[in-house]
């Protein structure tokens, strides 16, 4: 199994890509802001051939990137329907900055292919199968993608729900605690202690470690809520 992962320019968000092997189809995850170029380069030097692109949530900074991505290649885009209108309008969950100044003049349009995940639906793509997990809370549409990784041990594409010491933020449009908290009780929390979270943003991490160390999921299981 070939994973790999980097920083966008902006924010720092992680775009992924994951294939069965080098030369094989591959599925990138969450193309952000200015990461063409190493994408391309990355695909490239491990002779992929991307198949569809994976959403964890319809944010600017997981999306930016997407419609080029998918319509160079001609693949499919998908993301939960909650977050669908964040893919339409990114503006929508913006409250902060000029929606201008983060498009930079650019005129967007979503992807010409859009598919819609569902909870619990295994997603079959490039080989690899993808369970999809709606975990609410940072957006309305949020989610996780599950997959079976090298050695047996799950891999958790976590997006902003979960980061290695801490969880999403949920003061934007869309964002709820009590939802949030949900997910962290009845979608982490049950996960293995060796899952790998790749997250958002920061580095791996695993659900052992934060399910002993990360203050909100240690707040989640004790008192069930997050104060």
């Known amino acids: 199994m070939l994973v790999k ?8 968000t992680n775009c992924y890509v994951v294939a069965t092997g080098p030369g094989e189809q591959c599925v990138v995850v969450d193309p952000g802001i ?3 170029d190493r994408l391309d380069a990355l695909i490239e030097e491990h002779r992929l051939h ?18 080029p991505v998918c319509g160079a290649r001609g693949v499919t885009a998908y993301i939960h329907p909650d977050d669908r209108e964040l893919l339409k309008d990114p503006t929508k969950a913006i409250n902060s900055v000029d929606p201008r100044q983060l498009l ?14 569902v909870d619990g639906a295994v997603v079959s793509l490039a080989g ?31 997006g902003d729900v979960l980061f290695a010491g801490s969880v999403g933020r949920v003061d934007l449009p869309g964002g709820s605690m009590d939802a949030m908290v949900a997910s962290l009780r009845d979608k982490i929390l049950p996960l293995a202690d060796e899952t ?9 991490t695993t659900i ?19 104060s």
């Open 104 to 117: 930079g003049g650019l005129e967007w349009s979503e992807p010409d292919d859009v598919a819609e995940l």
């Open 128 to 158: 690899l199968e993808f369970t999809v997990d709606h975990a609410p809370g940072h957006t309305r549409g949020s989610v996780l993608f599950r997959v079976p990784g090298p050695e047996s041990a799950e891999l958790c594409l976590s």
């Open 208 to 226: 052992g470690r934060e399910r002993v160390t990360n203050p909100y999921l240690l707040q989640v299981a004790e008192a069930g809520t997050v």
């Open 196 to 204: 790998v979270v790749l997250p958002g943003h920061g580095p791996a």
């Open 34 to 36: 200015g990461v063409i």
């Open 50 to 67: 991307p198949a569809a692109v994976l959403l964890t949530h319809g944010h600017l900074d997981h999306t930016f990137s997407v419609t």
């Open 5 to 12: 992962g980097f920083p966008a320019d902006a924010f720092g």
